[in-house]
């Protein structure tokens, strides 16, 4: 389980879905749980990214599920979920990973989730038991947290970012008037990893990164 944590407009839907992309064409399906954006406007917007197929979506190789309509369907108050509801949800998503067979998944985002059901306590309860599910299923998952600029913090809910197995953060760094995006690794356990810095350009055939050549002043946007 691996936070992609950062800002807004960093690349992290960007950096999910083709990690899915890349699992379909090795043979691992994919599931993308969608919170924050409706899947037909994700899918439209992604039309434009040569390395997404919708083909992949029609042969069930990428799953994308509406978390809001997952709540519709259960009958879950989505202003508020009581605590017995977290286990629902948390079950609804294990059943749909069983389902759709998938050994990637993705959920963007956790803060949206955690928007959702409302208490801070209540949003620990459900990474913590979501953690513990995908953990029993054996799947890759990409978790997106929506952070700031605030140096050191990488989850808003103060467990994520030590339970998961790893975390990667993307950035807006602004050089120069203009704005870069920014990819760093801060821990990923079981593998030596390089902790630098690495500009992301996202392009139509996928993420590109190159190192982060210093200089100039640099402000965190
Ligand atoms: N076809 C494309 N080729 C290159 N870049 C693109 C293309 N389509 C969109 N983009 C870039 O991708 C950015 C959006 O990236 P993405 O949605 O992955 O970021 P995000 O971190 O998930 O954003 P949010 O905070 O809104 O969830 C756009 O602002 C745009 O710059
Ligand atoms: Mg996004």
Known sequence: MVLVAGGVGTGKTTLCLEFLVRGAERGEK????????????????FSTFEFFHTDLVNNNLVTIVDLPIVYDRLGLNREELKPGEVDILVRTIQDLVRESGA?????????????????EEKARDFILKLAQAFSEL????????EVGAVPGVHSLY??????VDGVV????????????????IIKMRGTVHSRAQYVIE??????LMAPFLK???LETA
Do not use: W
């Open 158 to 163: 103060g467990v994520e970012e030590a339970i």
């Open 103 to 119: 050994r990637r998944v993705v959920v963007d985002s956790l803060t949206s989730v955690g928007f959702r059901v409302r208490s």
């Open 215 to 217: 200089g100039g002043r």
């Open 169 to 184: 953060m993307l950035s807006n760094v602004r050089r120069r008037g203009d704005m870069l995006r920014v990819l760093q």
């Open 30 to 45: 994919g599931l993308f749980i969608s919170v924050t954006e409706a899947s037909a406007k994700l899918m439209q917007n």
């Open 202 to 207: 996202l392009t139509p055939i996928g993420l």
């Open 138 to 145: 054996g799947t890759t998952s990409l978790m997106v947290a």
